[in-house]
């Protein structure tokens, strides 16, 4: 390969956007602006939305391509969490950077507004990939900054691998060593939206978790995360009924050990003991339910 074909501001970067899972997710408190208080337990699939750069001479633009890409055509603009990532990374860059143009292609393949942080995701991944395109270098505490400001699920999904995630979304840590393990992910094609649901939530604050360093396999890992909960699925039950119908169909599949909602729904997830018992659950689950979304697969 030539140096000319390795140029960043010449050469297409692709960047994967994985969707975020919530293992478990305890409110465990609010703050005075309404904010609420989380204690989190996130980690990342295979499935995921994929962003390419194809620098240009053109101003800086959006193109929305993938399944989802129509239910999101009309955000292609600077509204889209990708261009907003855009334009607050380039305030940020010193006069070393080569801000450049170009295209922006969202291959949108995750549900939109469905609790596992697609447009978070999407944002991180714009931060990584132009950093990188416009040589910006700008610090990880920078972007760590920019994201916190773009929407509570950013800081996690700037490193996107599992974490425990605290505060209102920007506290971090180290989530225990996960064993191997599959996973299923069903969304009913209903968007749900964030606030609706915190506003929904009524009851008692949970505690933080306590958890180990480690699960040394897939079983201990279920035995201690079906002590714990999502605060926000009984509201949104009440936001979108069918979350409960589809945490049932995933729980009724062969071998699976835990079913449970992400974020703030609508999309389920199942634990399965291996990548390949998850993939087989979810080709059956999307025989009999073709009108849901259904992915089957291992965590990053
Ligand atoms: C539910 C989670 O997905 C769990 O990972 C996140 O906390 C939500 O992250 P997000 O979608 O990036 O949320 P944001 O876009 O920052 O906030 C959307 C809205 O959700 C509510 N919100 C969000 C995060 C949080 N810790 N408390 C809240 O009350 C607020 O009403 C806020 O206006
Ligand atoms: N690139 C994007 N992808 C998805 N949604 C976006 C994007 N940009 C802006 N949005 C808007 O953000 C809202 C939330 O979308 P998203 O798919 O991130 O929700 P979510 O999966 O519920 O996220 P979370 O789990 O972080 O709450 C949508 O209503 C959508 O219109």
Request: proline share 7%; charged share 15%; net charge negative.
């Amino acid at each position: 390969m030539t140096s000319a074909t390795m140029d960043p501001m010449t050469q297409t970067l692709t960047e994967a956007a994985p969707a975020k899972i919530n293992l478990y997710l305890h409110v465990t408190g609010k703050r005075p602006d309404g904010y609420h208080l989380l204690d989190s337990l996130v980690v990342f699939a295979g499935a995921g939305d994929t962003l390419r750069y194809e620098p240009g001479p053109e101003a800086l633009h959006l193109v929305l391509a993938g399944r989802f890409g129509a239910a999101l055509s009309d955000a292609a603009g600077p509204d889209n969490l990708v261009m907003k990532a855009a334009t607050a990374l380039e305030a940020v860059c010193g006069p070393e950077a080569r801000i450049q143009g170009g295209r922006l292609v969202l291959e949108k393949d995750l549900p939109v507004a469905s609790g596992i942080g697609g447009g978070s995701a999407d944002a991180a991944a714009a931060l990584r990939l132009l950093n990188r395109a416009w040589s910006a270098q700008v610090g990880h505490a920078t972007l760590l900054n920019i994201a916190e400001k773009l929407g509570a699920d950013v800081p996690v999904c700037l490193a996107s691998q599992s974490a425990r995630m605290e505060g209102i979304g920007e506290v971090l840590s180290a989530a225990p060593a996960l064993p191997d393990c599959g996973m299923v992910l069903v969304n009913c094609g209903q968007a749900v939206s964030t606030p609706d649901v915190f506003r929904k939530r009524d009851g008692a604050f949970l505690p933080r978790a306590a958890l180990p360093a480690r699960w040394p396999d897939a079983a201990t890992m279920v035995a201690d995360l079906a002590e714990l909960d999502n605060s926000l699925e009984a509201p949104a039950c009440v936001v979108c009924p069918p979350v409960q119908t589809v945490v049932s169909a995933i729980a009724a599949l062969p071998e699976c050990l835990l079913s449970r909602m992400s974020g703030s729904g609508a999309t389920c997830f199942g634990l399965f003991p291996s990548v390949w018992s998850a993939q087989a659950a979810a080709a059956r689950l999307a025989q009999s339910q073709p009108g849901w979304w259904v992915w089957g697969g291992g965590l990053v």
